[in-house]
């Protein structure tokens, strides 16, 4: 199975570079090798600054200009895909041992799977670069080539393609591998002369003019260079000062992260040392652009935490800022932006300086502290809980997990949200099917409260700010208590709020719904957002940040009914349980008395949060936890005073013979 989703990932990527218009695939790659390409033009490479590799790099493709176009796409990028499964499959094979059977069967195509979904793949994929080859021939000349030579020549070549990974020489240097660290230096300056002679004007430009390629493509200080240059261009520094400061911090992050790369390899873990030196190449390079970050995805090699609960939050992390953008993982806040826009930078400094891998000698290494399961009271059905997984846990999560996974989900929630969009048509006509259902079962009370409330001002105010501020606190508010002082029932309840919410998703794409608000004719007021202009498609407002479409099942009854739903459950006290159920006769009122839904959309809200406890319970079983078994003290012994035998008539009683023992009164305490 996971080999098939290797092959359909492939067969996707191929499809969706080939359907895009040539002037919009392979950007990088048709601007060096078109007919108007850098490649063709007379004169130095980098005169007009869109080619950002290395002389070498350049004079190796030179011969791809006599191919024609279409045919070297294709090719291009079938090569592509090729080298991203073959280093998949050398990084698979050079896990460090012991490694389970299971393991060994399913690393190669897992590693596939995150090679394609990376960031780094799908844009050099995109753009057409040379970033896989680098590290692919410096994994085959760590893991594959056999010799001290053969070793050094790969890394040569791939140094002589990106100058920064030369640095894999002093790791080699420093892990006593001096033959092929000497023969790596050798190779690179062998294949940079040969550059220099066939290109010296070139050669210059990058060498001394550039700076190793400083400046080239993009500006510096854009987002797309993720180098320490780049983040303190960012900052604010430049000038002579920025150069000092940068030159001091690369230093440091050299030192740490090479002497880590070391204490690992001499540990066992190659793979991880080779992962820790990539990740201080791409700190300290002038440039490392988003198609050559793909060093920080190895780290996710590393072990890090004792307790079994927290493996998955250093591979997550790292999978999650390797595929999904910034802005998906840190909300729009001032304070983390700064966080945001270096989020591959601050990966890879973690990975090299900071995260404390555990070395092979530990005890967790192989045992770490398991993971305390509850043992669920039993369901009424005979296959509750229906995934064994899924089973309760009584610790509390990983808080750095448990933030990215609410954040994530969110972000994708959003985006989903506003993607299921329909025409206005369709959504003004489910609007006008709900108002005559609700006309039938005589509850269509929308307009007299909208208008109520609109003739008391204090009233209306309230509703509205209840409306627009109360939604995520409230519903936060309780996950943070919960994950404080229940950890046992946060699971429970964090599962069924999320399965609550991509039932919601599903609605909003399959029946999307004008509000009260967006009808017109009917002499809806809106409150919270102003008086909409029906004459323009978007009404002038939001439409752009949120799907107003997004109306049934509503989301901001759903999410209140489950605070009700879960206050009463566990609070301790009656008048918090009363107290909860405010909340969601607030929220029905406010989303009524607003215009932003029919009461049927609140019925909706009702059936998703409905089932969203109904998965739980399938997969979780019931809330209720059977109680730990107290141990009973086992009785004392009873000890019984020993009596004195039967003496044979031929001892006389009273004496010490062999067959006689006497009673001491001792023997009764």
């Known amino acids: ?41 007379t004169g130095s490479l980098y005169d007009t600054g869109r080619f950002t590799g290395s002389p070498f790099a350049g004079l190796v493709l030179k011969p791809l200009t006599a191919s024609a176009e279409q045919a070297l796409g294709v090719v291009w990028t079938f090569g592509s895909l090729l080298l991203v499964a073959a280093l ?67 890394i040569g070549l791939a140094a002589a393609l990106q100058p920064a990974v030369l640095l894999f020489a002093v790791l080699l240097r420093l892990t006593g591998r001096r033959r092929a660290a000497a023969t790596a230096t050798a190779a690179f300056a062998g294949c940079t002369a040969l550059a220099w002679a066939a290109m010296p004007h070139d050669s210059w430009a990058y060498w001394l003019h550039h700076v190793a390629g400083a400046g080239l493509g993009d500006r510096p200080d854009s987002l797309a260079n993720q180098s320490l240059h780049g983040a303190l261009l960012r900052l604010g520094l430049e000038g002579p ?40 190449v791409v700190a300290v390079s002038p440039t490392a652009w988003q198609h050559q970050l793909l060093w920080v995805l190895l780290a996710v090699v ?9 493996r998955l939050v250093w591979p997550a992390v790292v999978l999650l800022v390797l595929t999904l953008p ?80 609410i954040r994530v989900v969110y972000s994708a929630y959003a985006k989903v949200r506003l993607l299921a969009t329909a025409g206005r048509p369709t ?11 609700e006309q039938w079962l005589h509850i269509d009370i929308e307009h007299w409260a909208n208008h109520a409330v609109v003739e008391i001002n204090w009233l209306r105010e309230f509703f509205d700010y209840y409306y627009s501020t109360f939604h995520f606190i409230v519903p936060l508010a309780i996950l943070g208590v919960l994950y404080v002082r229940r950890p046992a029932d946060y699971q429970w309840a964090r599962s069924s ?58 989301l901001h009854f759903g999410w209140s009914l489950w605070c009700g739903v879960v206050i009463v459950m566990l609070a301790p006290k009656m008048w918090m349980k009363a107290l909860g159920l405010l909340h969601p006769l607030f929220t029905v009122c406010a989303i009524v008395a607003t215009g932003n839904h029919w009461v049927l959309d609140a019925a909706g809200g009702a059936v998703v ?55 001491q009164p001792s023997d009764c305490r």
């Open 88 to 154: 998949g499959i050398v990084a698979a094979r050079a896990l460090p041992v012991p490694v389970s059977r299971r393991t060994m069967l399913l690393a190669a195509p897992v590693a596939i799977t995150l090679l394609m979904v990376s960031l780094p793949v799908r844009n050099a994929l995109h753009l057409g670069q040379t970033s896989i080859l680098p590290v692919l021939l410096l994994l085959l000349g760590w893991f594959v080539a056999r010799g001290e030579r053969t070793s050094g020549v790969l």
């Open 302 to 310: 590393g072990r890090v935490g004792k307790r079994a609960s927290d």
């Open 326 to 405: 910034g802005k998906m993982l840190l909300p729009n806040i001032g304070a983390v932006i700064p966080l945001r826009d270096n989020i591959l930078l601050v990966a890879a400094l973690g990975a090299a300086c900071v995260a404390p891998f555990l070395p092979r000698s530990s005890p967790y290494w192989q045992d770490p502290v398991p993971t305390d399961y509850a043992r669920p009271v039993a369901g009424r059905w005979r296959r509750v809980p229906l995934l064994p997984f899924w089973r309760r846990v009584l610790t509390r999560p990983n808080l750095l997990l448990e933030l990215l996974l």
């Open 609 to 663: 949060v409905g089932l969203g406890f109904g998965l739980t319970y399938v997969l979780s079983g019931p809330r209720a936890l059977e109680p730990k078994p107290t141990p009973t003290p086992e009785p004392a012994p009873r000890l019984t005073p020993k009596l004195p035998e039967q003496s044979s008539p031929s001892e006389p009683v009273g004496q010490d013979g062999p067959g006689v023992t006497r009673y």
């Open 497 to 554: 709020i999320g399965f609550a919410t991509v039932l919601a998703l599903v609605g909003f794409w399959l029946y999307p719904l004008a509000p009260p608000r967006l009808m017109p004719g009917l002499g809806f007021i809106d409150t919270v957002h102003g008086v909409q202009d029906f004459a323009k498609p978007d009404y002038g407002t939001l439409t752009s940040m949120t799907n107003q479409y997004a109306a049934m099942p509503s």
């Open 1 to 41: 199975m996971l080999w098939l989703i290797v092959a359909a990932l492939a067969v996707r990527q191929m499809a969706a570079l080939l359907r895009q218009p040539p002037g919009e695939r392979l950007t990088d790659l048709e601007t060096w090798t078109g007919s108007e390409g850098v490649l063709h033009v």
């Open 427 to 437: 959504a003004e006509e489910h609007g006008r099917q709900i108002h005559s259902i």
């Open 241 to 280: 000062f920025e150069i000092v400061v940068f030159l001091a911090v690369a230093a440091a992050v050299c030192f740490l992260g090479l002497r880590r790369a070391v204490r690992y390899a001499r540990d066992g873990q190659l793979l991880l040392a080779v992962a820790v030196t990539g990740c201080v």
